[in-house]
């Protein structure tokens, strides 16, 4: 065993029992930090000079309310609709998450990311009105893969973990799609 892997195995010790006891507290506190983090790297491989705290921290913000709260009681939910003897019961679930889950979650993050850059209502709404139909179809094309693979393959305890992880990539995504969607407003806004 290498010097390294013994406060590795620790600290996954620490995180896995702290799942088991706390699992909400510890799901939104992961979404938290992979939703601030990969705002961070969106803005660095854009570029930024100087990192736009204020949308860093509203990912934070929005990972720590809805990122593992909401995921959390949804794989709960499913699980408990479609139990052990329904036929098909992996891809109804897959259905559920892709047809129910995914269309409200996609609406709920771009409104409130919007709202916690304190952004106006009106302005919260126009960025979603226009960035919510796109954004939509690309959670659909690209992330049905990861969601098919979660729900066939990892356990229930860490769907929402499992999805986190995920959803570092598809953040850094949204926020570059948000941020040229801005550049665009604002350059029209100078005309």
Same mark, same amino acid.
């Given at each position: 065993m290498s010097l390294l892997s013994k406060p590795i195995y620790?600290?996954?010790?620490?995180y896995l029992e702290q799942l088991f006891n706390h699992p909400v507290r510890t799901k939104?506190?992961? =979404?938290?930090? %992979? =939703?601030?983090? =990969? $705002?961070? &790297?969106?803005?660095?491989? =854009?570029?930024?000079?100087?990192v736009n705290q204020q949308s860093v921290l509203s990912y934070a913000l929005f990972g720590f309310i809805f990122g593992g709260s909401v995921p959390h009681y949804f794989?709960? &939910?499913? @699980?408990?609709? /479609?139990?052990?003897?329904?036929? /098909?019961?992996?891809f109804f679930q897959f259905l559920s998450e892709r047809l129910i889950y995914a269309p409200i979650?996609?609406?709920?993050?771009?409104?409130? %990311?919007?709202? /916690? @850059?304190?952004?106006?209502?009106?302005?919260?709404? &126009? $960025?979603? @009105?226009?960035?919510?139909?796109p954004l939509l179809k690309a959670n659909w094309r690209y992330l049905s893969l990861a969601v098919f693979l979660n729900m066939y393959y990892v356990p229930p305890m860490f769907r929402t973990v499992f999805m986190s992880l995920v959803s570092f990539v598809w953040v850094i995504f949204i926020a570059h799609q948000r941020r040229r969607f801005q550049e665009k407003q604002d350059a029209a806004k100078a005309k």
């Open positions: 620790s600290l996954l010790g620490v939104s506190v992961t =979404a938290s930090a %992979l =939703a601030a983090g =990969a $705002n961070y &790297t969106s803005q660095r491989i =854009a570029g930024k000079g100087k794989y709960k &939910t499913i @699980e408990r609709l /479609f139990h052990q003897d329904v036929k /098909f019961r992996r979650y996609q609406a709920l993050s771009l409104y409130f %990311l919007s709202r /916690f @850059e304190m952004n106006s209502h009106k302005v919260a709404m &126009t $960025n979603l @009105e226009k960035l919510y139909w």
